[in-house]
Every structure is written in C-alpha cells, then in structure tokens.
C-alpha cells in the first residue's frame, strides 16, 4: 500500500513539474478590454489598438515572452483572470482594496483622475442630497460603480456593460450625468462629435478606498508574474519606450507623481 | 482570538475565503434578487397578456386567409420570429434613441426614454409572433366534425369562432404554450443588457461590485429554476384539467366497476 501511494505521489510530482515547466515556456496570455478609446479600442479590421494595447505589447517584448492578448468585457474581467482565461490584466483597472481580496497587482503604470461629465451649464450639486434621484451611468464592475454607490446611494444608477453604451445613453438624454476617468473621457467622448455641448462637472474626485491607487496590471494571486511585469514595467519607463507610447496618445504624461 | 470571534463573524469568514460560494454576501443581498425577480416577472408576464391577446385575432386573420391582413401578419411574425430578441430589444432601445426626431417626439419622454418600456414593447412583440403562428396553427388544425357540427347547429361565424374554434384551438396549443411561457422568461434576461435590474441584472451588480466570478450568476440561476417550477407545475394542472378528455382512463376497475352496476 505505501508503496503504492509513494509511486502515485511520485509520479503527481513529476507530471505537475512537467506540466509547470510546459506553462512557463508557455505564451503569456494578456486579457484586454475593447471598448474604451483611447486606452483600448477595436480597429474596423477587427485588430485591438490603444494605449492598454501598446503597453502589454511592449511588456511582452521586455520579458521576451510570446503573448497572446485576449479580449474579454469589463464585468467579466477579473472572473474570467480567475478562471485562468489568461494570466494578467492591462485593461485600466484602478488598484483598490476591494480587487486586492481577489488578485495581486503590479506597481501602477498610470493614475489619472476620474470625474463627471453632464450637459454643459447643468446644474447638479454633488453631494448626497443634490444627487437623489439623478440618473448617473457608468460601467459595470468599476471604481466608480463603488464610488457612486457609496457616496450617493440616492442616485439612480444605471450599470452598463460598455462605456460606449453609457456615452450613447448620455447622449440620448436617458442619463443626467456619467462617471468615468478624464482621459477616456476627454479623447473617447468630450472631443468626438458625439460629446458636443458636454463638460465636466465638478472637480476630481477623491476616495482612494473606491477609487484606488493609479492603474496597475492584475494577476493572480500568488504569482510570480507580479515580480516579473513590475521589472517590467521599471524597464519601459527608463529606456523611453513608455514615453513614446504616452506621446503618441496623451498630450501630458498620464504616469502621474 | 479564535474563540472570541461570534459564529456569525467564523461563518462570514469561512463564506468569504474558504466556501466556493459566497453565501453568506448572497444571504445579505437577497432582498436585491427578490427586487430583480419581480422585474422579471413583470416583464415576462405582461409580455405574455398583451402579447396573447394581440395574437388571438392576428391568428384568426391567418388562419382564414383575411386578405389584406394575412400577407402584413405573416411578414410581421416573420420579422420577428426570424431576427434575434436582442437585437430586436437594441434596436427599440439605442437604435431609436439615435433620431433626433424620436427624441424629441411625445413619445420619448414617458415611454421610448425608459429601458422598462423598451424592453416590454420588444418582448411582447416577439412572443405575439410566436403565439400568432402557434395558434393559427392549432386554430387550422379544428377537426371537420367540429365545424360542420357548429354549422349544423346554426351557429353564426363569429358564435362557432367563439364558443368552438378558439376554445378548442387553446387546448390543443396548451403544451406549446408552455414552452412559449419558459422560453419568454429565458429570454427576458436581456432586460439586464439594457440597464434594468432584473434577476440577471442584480447578479450582474453583485458580480461586479465585490468582483465576483460566479455568485450572482448561481444565485439568479436558482431563481430561475424555482420560477420555471413554478410554472411548469400550473401548466401541468393546467393540462390535467383542459385535456381531460385526451388522458387514457384512469383504473380499469372502476371501468369495470360501473359496467357491473
């Protein structure tokens, strides 16, 4: 009997080293979203480009990996990171509390404020009260999803599984007012034709518990590719590659202090 | 520090890091899936009384070939029946929403503007074309004997389509029916894509505030089993009492019994 359990162990030992060995040789499977210029959007030739796109793409040649990008809807993001559908995440996603229960993440590669837009000359105060029964869209499954419920539970809050879908509505005038980060919304909306007679409302806003600390890549938990995508990451902002990505889309430095 | 805790407080941490499910964050957020359960049913059902009563006389103009009406029936339950409910739904919803002029029509701001109305336009559309179709099939289907008999009795059209014809056209599309009633439910979940909080919405929202990958999903599937119990059972009695006279008899004692008598 022992000895036939110790050839069993054996045997589970050697097929998982085998097997671990296989996975790091392996392409690096990056999910990415689809449907949030300019950070990630989809050419009509169906091929994905952006900021997002540009970034794991110069990950994958600093780590010399083969890399495969995966495209997958936000509320479905960290799900389907889980359900080992691909192994990192370079998809804007705010690092906050709340996700650390569920992934590890990089070191941020950008931070960029998030805030309001509504019809230009709107009038709608942003506190509890002033919020009550204002129809506010924004993205499933985001910082801003925990943001707006928590600061103003009064709000009716439409969830949407795409920002284009939420920019749509807005314009449609079944939203008073969206939430999102400033720089989509200025290149993905504010400066489109759709986005005219639109503005800001209010200033940044400011609640790291929802909001998070910059942008990082998710991974999970546990893996060494944390390590690795933080090398990573260090080595395209030094040698310029970061850079010349961030110029080719923003006209500021979106890294942040 | 382990036996200080409460089991409430052991039981939320086990269900949080060592349960596959969630259960206990389910448990504090059902109240939410009840709230979705009932926009799914109320779309689902009304869907189902409006669109049924405007497939009876769509039927009856089918099935006796009413010339003009018959060939604008027949492309309406086409379109409808061969196009995907979801695009049918985006089209009510962002498609209309696109036209300046729909926007600024009176029908905009109660109805058009409002998921709720968009989505249950979509929908009772949809069903009314499979019903239309179903019906007129069962309606086509009346038995010679039937007719002549009604026609014997000096029933006038509109009498025999009343008391005969359409009495008996539902029972023979009951079983059909059902699957209609289910399949109308099911596709109810695309209310979720277009804002509303419906059961699959609240699974949505629940997935999406705590990061979840499958709790609101498994959570609104249990939903959706007990409402297809649900109805399937008032189906079955439904059947038990329409169709009777089609069920083989019952014990062949009794027969027996009252044959001796």
């Given at each position: 009997?022992?000895?036939?359990?110790?050839?069993?162990a054996s045997a589970l030992t050697a097929a998982t080293l085998i097997a671990g060995g296989m996975a790091s040789a392996e392409t690096l499977r990056?999910?990415?979203?689809?449907?949030?210029?300019?950070?990630?959007?989809?050419?009509?030739?169906?091929?994905?480009?952006?900021?997002?796109?540009?970034?794991?793409?110069?990950?994958?040649?600093?780590l010399e990996r083969e890399c495969e990008?995966?495209?997958?809807?936000?509320?479905?993001?960290?799900?389907?990171?889980?359900?080992n559908?691909y192994d990192a995440?370079?998809?804007?996603?705010?690092?906050?509390?709340?996700?650390?229960?569920?992934?590890?993440?990089?070191?941020?590669?950008?931070?960029?404020?998030?805030?309001?837009?509504?019809?230009?000359?709107?009038?709608?105060?942003?506190?509890?009260?002033?919020?009550?029964?204002?129809?506010?869209?924004?993205?499933?499954?985001?910082?801003?999803?925990?943001?707006?419920?928590?600061?103003?539970?009064?709000?009716?809050?439409?969830?949407?599984?795409?920002?284009?879908?939420?920019?749509?509505?807005?314009?449609?005038?079944?939203?008073?007012?969206?939430?999102?980060?400033?720089?989509?919304?200025?290149?993905?909306?504010?400066?489109?034709?759709?986005?005219?007679?639109?503005?800001?409302?209010?200033?940044?806003?400011?609640?790291?518990?929802?909001?998070?600390?910059?942008?990082?890549?998710?991974v999970r938990?546990g893996d060494s590719l944390t390590a690795e995508?933080?090398?990573?990451?260090?080595?395209?902002?030094?040698?310029?590659?970061?850079?010349?990505?961030?110029?080719?889309?923003?006209?500021?430095?979106?890294?942040?202090? | 520090?382990?036996?200080?805790?409460?089991?409430?407080?052991?039981?939320?941490?086990?269900?949080?890091?060592?349960?596959?499910?969630?259960?206990?964050?389910?448990?504090?957020?059902?109240?939410?899936?009840?709230?979705?359960?009932?926009?799914?049913?109320?779309?689902?059902?009304?869907?189902?009384?409006?669109?049924?009563?405007?497939?009876?006389?769509?039927?009856?103009?089918?099935?006796?070939?009413?010339?003009?009406?018959?060939?604008?029936?027949?492309?309406?339950?086409?379109?409808?029946?061969?196009?995907?409910?979801?695009?049918?739904?985006?089209?009510?919803?962002?498609?209309?929403?696109?036209?300046?002029?729909?926007?600024?029509?009176?029908?905009?701001?109660?109805?058009?503007?409002?998921?709720?109305?968009?989505?249950?336009?979509?929908?009772?559309?949809?069903?009314?074309?499979?019903?239309?179709?179903?019906?007129?099939?069962?309606?086509?289907?009346?038995?010679?004997?039937?007719?002549?008999?009604?026609?014997?009795?000096?029933?006038?059209?509109?009498?025999?389509?009343?008391?005969?014809?359409?009495?008996?056209?539902?029972?023979?599309?009951?079983?059909?029916?059902?699957?209609?009633?289910?399949?109308?439910?099911?596709?109810?979940?695309?209310?979720?894509?277009?804002?509303?909080?419906?059961?699959?919405?609240?699974?949505?929202?629940?997935?999406?505030?705590?990061?979840?990958?499958?709790?609101?999903?498994?959570?609104?599937?249990?939903?959706?089993?007990?409402?297809?119990?649900?109805?399937?059972?008032?189906?079955?009695?439904?059947?038990?009492?329409?169709?009777?006279?089609?069920?083989?008899?019952?014990?062949?004692?009794?027969?027996?019994?009252?044959?001796?008598?």
């Amino acid at each position: 009997m022992k000895l036939t359990k110790t050839l069993v162990a054996s045997a589970l030992t050697a097929a998982t080293l085998i097997a671990g060995g296989m996975a790091s040789a392996e392409t690096l499977r990056l999910g990415v979203e689809g449907a949030y210029p300019p950070f990630s959007k989809k050419e009509a030739d169906g091929s994905l480009s952006g900021f997002d796109i540009d970034i794991a793409k110069a990950l994958c040649a600093e780590l010399e990996r083969e890399c495969e990008l995966v495209e997958q809807e936000w509320d479905g993001m960290i799900p389907a990171l889980l359900a080992n559908k691909y192994d990192a995440i370079v998809a804007s996603m705010s690092i906050t509390e709340d996700r650390k229960k569920k992934v590890d993440f990089t070191n941020k590669y950008y931070d960029t404020p998030t805030r309001f837009i509504a019809k230009e000359g709107a009038q709608f105060e942003l506190t509890k009260e002033g919020t009550a029964g204002v129809k506010i869209g924004l993205l499933r499954g985001t910082t801003m999803q925990c943001y707006v419920e928590k600061h103003f539970p009064d709000a009716d809050i439409k969830l949407y599984n795409t920002q284009e879908d939420v920019f749509a509505d807005l314009v449609a005038g079944r939203l008073d007012m969206q939430v999102n980060n400033t720089l989509q919304a200025i290149d993905g909306f504010l400066n489109t034709d759709q986005g005219q007679g639109f503005a800001f409302l209010g200033g940044n806003l400011d609640d790291v518990a929802c909001l998070g600390e910059g942008t990082g890549i998710a991974v999970r938990k546990g893996d060494s590719l944390t390590a690795e995508l933080n090398a990573a990451i260090e080595a395209i902002r030094a040698d310029g590659t970061y850079k010349a990505i961030n110029d080719k889309y923003f006209a500021i430095d979106i890294y942040g202090k | 520090m382990e036996a200080e805790r409460t089991f409430w407080e052991y039981l939320r941490d086990f269900s949080e890091n060592q349960a596959p499910l969630d259960f206990v964050l389910v448990y504090d957020n059902l109240d939410k899936f009840f709230e979705g359960a009932l926009v799914t049913l109320q779309l689902t059902f009304l869907a189902l009384l409006i669109g049924g009563l405007m497939a009876i006389p769509m039927a009856l103009a089918r099935a006796n070939k009413v010339s003009v009406l018959n060939p604008i029936i027949w492309c309406y339950t086409y379109a409808f029946r061969g196009t995907p409910l979801l695009v049918q739904t985006y089209l009510f919803y962002f498609g209309l929403g696109q036209f300046e002029a729909v926007r600024e029509s009176f029908l905009w701001s109660p109805i058009l503007s409002d998921p709720w109305w968009c989505v249950l336009i979509a929908f009772t559309l949809n069903t009314a074309a499979y019903t239309t179709e179903f019906l007129r099939g069962a309606i086509e289907t009346t038995p010679r004997g039937e007719i002549e008999a009604s026609v014997a009795a000096g029933m006038s059209p509109w009498l025999r389509t009343r008391l005969v014809v359409l009495p008996s056209a539902f029972r023979r599309a009951l079983p059909a029916y059902s699957n209609e009633v289910i399949f109308t439910l099911h596709g109810s979940v695309i209310a979720s894509t277009v804002t509303l909080q419906d059961l699959l919405g609240v699974g949505r929202w629940l997935n999406g505030r705590y990061y979840l990958a499958y709790e609101g999903f498994v959570t609104a599937m249990l939903f959706y089993m007990a409402i297809v119990l649900m109805i399937t059972v008032a189906f079955k009695l439904a059947e038990k009492r329409y169709l009777k006279h089609l069920r083989p008899r019952e014990s062949t004692e009794e027969t027996a019994a009252s044959a001796t008598v």
